[in-house]
């Protein structure tokens, strides 16, 4: 029958490693004592090594990476507001440049003897549609 396996909290692995680091005490004597695989206390070694450096930085780092991500933010809030202003101008553009050229397009069908409308759909009192809907 198999045994249940212990699952160690990363302070009890420290824990651990602490002992055959600081104490001296051989991995082989943790092993036995704790029902270890070798290769598991040195997997836990590695993991140690690998991430330490977390323990090291200081608190100053995420405040600094707060500032930066909030300077980037002003700065493409700022940029999508200028897209914004530069978009609403060129609509603006296009709109009296389309009521120019329809003017301009009315003029010139009457000037030719044309109806306004030639060619196009016809056009009916707002309350002739809602007539012919209901």
Request: contains cysteine.
């Amino acid at each position: 029958m198999r045994k249940e396996r212990k699952h160690f909290t990363p302070e009890e692995k420290v824990a651990i490693l602490r002992r055959h680091l600081v104490d001296k005490i051989p991995v082989s004597e943790l092993c036995e004592e704790l029902g270890l695989r070798p290769t598991v206390f040195y997997r836990w070694q590695k993991e140690l090594f690998e991430n330490g450096a977390a323990a090291f930085q200081s608190q100053e780092r995420p405040q600094r990476q707060v500032e930066e991500k909030q300077k980037r933010i002003e700065f493409l809030e700022k940029k999508m507001q200028t897209k914004d202003e530069v978009l609403a101008e060129l609509m603006a553009e296009h709109i009296a440049l389309k009521k120019s050229l329809g003017v301009a397009a009315m003029l010139a069908g009457s000037l030719a003897g044309e109806s306004p409308a030639e060619g196009s759909l016809p056009s009916y009192p707002r309350s002739d549609i809602r007539r012919r809907r209901g």
